[in-house]
């Protein structure tokens, strides 16, 4: 059965920080792209961000480039989002999703995801 499961996710003050995990289980991990998606209320899910953990390749959104780092640790089989200078308008809940990278899909792309996570809340207050 494979599983992704997030973590660290929680309550935080303007240009404070945190750090989400995503832990597959599973899988072959270093076989995919895994890529951390977000959905704010009444908004639609927006990737911003991915990895891909054979290569090590990273893409960000504008909106988090420059706060956000993204990582992965294959002997873990994990990958993390670390979050700096976070801001109200990052508060959503927040999905990893791992997309096999033979596939060849394009990782900007949600319905290329092969399998999600449950979602971790994360709200940044004023």
């Known amino acids: 059965e494979v599983q992704l499961v997030e973590s660290g996710g929680g309550l935080v003050q303007a240009g404070g920080s945190l750090r989400l995990s995503c832990a597959a289980s599973g899988i072959t991990f270093d076989d995919y792209t895994i890529g951390w998606f977000r959905q704010a209320p009444g908004k639609e899910r927006e990737v911003f961000s991915y990895?891909?953990?054979?290569?090590?390749?990273?893409y960000y959104e504008d909106s988090v480039k420059g706060r956000f780092t993204i990582s992965s640790d294959n002997a873990k089989n994990t990958v993390y989002l670390q979050m700096n200078t976070l801001k109200p308008e990052d508060t959503a809940v927040y999905y990893c999703?791992?997309?096999?990278?033979?596939?060849?899909?394009?990782?900007?792309?949600?319905?290329?995801?092969?399998?999600w996570g449950q979602g971790t809340q994360v709200t940044v207050s004023a």
């Open positions: 990895i891909s953990t054979s290569e090590g390749i990273t």
């Open positions: 999703a791992a997309l096999w990278e033979a596939h060849g899909g394009d990782p900007s792309q949600d319905y290329e995801y092969d399998y």
